[in-house]
Nanobody, 122 residues
Framework: QVQLVESGGGLVQAGGSLRLSCAASGRTFSSYAMGWFRQAPGKEREFVAAISWGVGSTYYADSVKGRFTVSRDNAKNTVYLQMNSLKPEDTAVYYC???????????????WGQGTQVTVSS
């Protein structure tokens, strides 16, 4: 069982930056791939970024590539999402998730946090 708690969301102007954190419970955190997803009002949950266990390979949605960076600190049981050059269309609730195999599809993830709101004003 893995419990996830996100933090770091807030209100920021377009062009600004935020860093989201996701703290995980459990001693097997390093064995899980971690993903970030987001959901805007009236839209489906969409993939943002993911990082594998082990070597920490990273994957990004085209819409955030070059602006967002996902990383993990296994010693702290935490995964991060550094978001730069934020745009109003990045406004959403951001969720972290854990999976044995990861990927871009929400259905592949077994555990989810409660989400943190990110609002980007124009």
């Amino acid at each position: 069982q893995v419990q996830l708690v996100e933090s770091g969301g807030g209100l920021v102007q377009a062009g600004g930056s935020l860093r989201l954190s996701c703290a995980a419970s459990g001693r097997t955190f390093s064995s899980y791939a971690m993903g970030w997803f987001r959901q805007a009002p009236g839209k489906e949950r969409e993939f943002v970024a993911a990082i594998s266990w082990g070597v920490g390979s990273t994957y990004y949605a085209d819409s955030v590539k070059g602006r967002f960076t996902v990383s993990r600190d296994n010693a702290k049981n935490t995964v991060y999402l550094q978001m730069n050059s934020l745009k109003p269309e990045d406004t959403a609730v951001y969720y972290c998730a854990a999976a044995l195999y990861g990927g871009r599809y929400p259905t592949r993830y077994d555990y989810w946090g409660q989400g943190t709101q990110v609002t980007v004003s124009s």
